[in-house]
Structure formats: C-alpha cells, structure tokens
C-alpha cells in the first residue's frame, strides 16, 4: 500500500479515535457504573487487541519493505507488533464507544441491586454524588459513584444501604443507574 494512503488511514483512525475519547466516552459513561465500565473493557478485551493489530497493520505495513531477510522480516513483524502494542489504547476506547453504543440497545429488562452507600460529596450547587458499592460484585479497583439531584443527596447518609434500578443492555451490562423510590 502506498505511503499517503496509510498516512490517510492512520488519520482516519486517530480522528475516530479523537471524537470517541474527547466526546462520546466522556458522555456516554456517565450513564454506567465504574465497575460495569471495567467490566465492559474485559469483556471486549480480545476485539480490541485485535482491532489494535489490523489497525497497526493497515498502518505500518508495506510489502516492499518485508521483502528481504529473515532477520528483516522478524525485526518489521516487531515493529508492527509494537505499533500494535502502542495503538491498544487508541483500539480500546474505539470498540469501547461501539460497545456502549450498542449496549444501550436496551431489552427494557430492569435489575435491582443494593448499592452500600460509603460516603457522599458535593462538589458544587449543581452536582451531588455518593460512592459506594454493589453487594455480592467483585471490584478491581475504586468504589462505583452515582450522580444525585438535592433531593435524593438530602435523603441519603453515608453507610446506609440503598437500592438502585439498572436497565439491563443488549451485551447484558446494567446501565443508567438511578435510586428505586
């Protein structure tokens, strides 16, 4: 492939790239936990190291410049496999945009759970959150947060046990959690 046509290319993708990360992630995760995120990025862990792999190959590779030794050889498979390596991040958020896209396909199938509330903040006059957990889930990392209105901020104490509604998507992944009345 020529060279101005893998430079579109990579163009192609970083532009994709960039309207993901600066516009739809940031937006569209609002309306998911923390650890369903987590959950999401493990589940489509293979498609993206594989879509990270055609996309540094469509990128990096050029026939005429494989042609030659074996050492060549193994050093321009390194090579895509590092661009590869480095391009993970960029894949990831793409098939992560697609996947809560589609996600969001919602079976209109509701799931309660009991979120333990751990401790609340109030950012500013317009943003209440609390954190907390889920019962019976398993977390790699940081307690999950809830985004509140006043009303529902005022009515909820650090350490109590309270119940949310999920909307349960298409992949199966709970989304836009919000406080059972």
């Known amino acids: 492939m020529k060279r101005r046509n893998r430079i579109i290319i990579g163009i192609f993708f970083f532009g994709i790239y960039f309207l993901c990360a600066k516009y739809f992630l940031p937006e569209q995760s609002l309306n998911y936990l923390r650890s369903d995120l987590t959950e999401f990025k493990n589940l ?8 990270s792999i055609l996309m540094a190959t469509l990128i990096a590779f050029d026939l005429k410049e ?4 074996k050492l060549s050889k193994l050093f321009y498979i390194l090579y895509i ?3 590869s390596y480095l391009s993970y991040p960029f894949a990831s958020d793409i098939i992560l945009s697609a996947g809560i896209k589609l996600n969001g ?3 209109d199938e509701i799931v309660s759970k009991k979120f333990n509330v751990a401790f609340k903040e109030k950012n500013n006059d317009l943003e209440y959150m609390v954190w907390g957990k889920i019962q019976n889930k398993t977390y790699e990392g940081g307690n999950d947060n809830l ?3 006043k009303k529902e901020y005022d009515l909820i ?3 109590q046990e309270i119940e949310i509604e999920l909307k349960k998507g298409l ?3 709970a ?3 919000i406080i059972k009345k």
């Open 105 to 107: 396909i919602s079976s």
């Open 44 to 51: 489509f862990l293979p498609i993206s190291i594989i879509f």
């Open 171 to 173: 992949f199966g992944i």
């Open 175 to 177: 989304f836009n959690p």
């Open 81 to 83: 496999g590092m661009m």
């Open 157 to 159: 104490n650090e350490n």
């Open 66 to 69: 494989f042609e030659g030794s």
């Open 147 to 149: 985004k509140l209105t």
